[in-house]
């Protein structure tokens, strides 16, 4: 059970960021989760949306280079360790974590962490036996 994902170059000058957001929003595609890593010359943003094909149409209509790749959302407590813990548990059974990132979905209750492994299929086995809930694309999409 996973949800696509879209990474995207963009140089690292004022404004790109804001235009590739502003492309989305023209296609009426929601952010539900985001991310950006720097360089001097360019970022990575990686993102996920509310509309997986308008979001796809967008990026091809601005000939936007563009990747898509599988991540794994799960459903973690919005409490101090709830992190560590879904980490930890990936960590004992020898799974490599190549980039995370998280969003709160109700402050205090429950938060949600994506997570690129560098074996998807063993990371979500291993986190849906241990009872951490996995968020399937259909749930994403309706945040």
Known sequence: MTVKQ????LENKKGSL???LQLLSA???ELRALCI???????VLRFITSNNEATRAALKEDERIFSEND???A?????PGGLASVLQCLADHGVDVEYIYAFVVRSGESACVIVRANDN???QEILTQRGIR???????DTF
């Open 18 to 20: 804001a235009e590739i």
């Open 75 to 79: 459903l973690m407590t919005d409490e």
């Open 27 to 29: 296609h009426n595609v």
């Open 6 to 9: 879209f990474s995207v170059f």
């Open 134 to 140: 996995l968020l399937t694309q259909a749930e994403i």
């Open 121 to 123: 299929d063993k990371a």
């Open 37 to 43: 890593a720097d360089t001097l010359d360019f970022g």
């Open 71 to 73: 991540v794994i959302a």
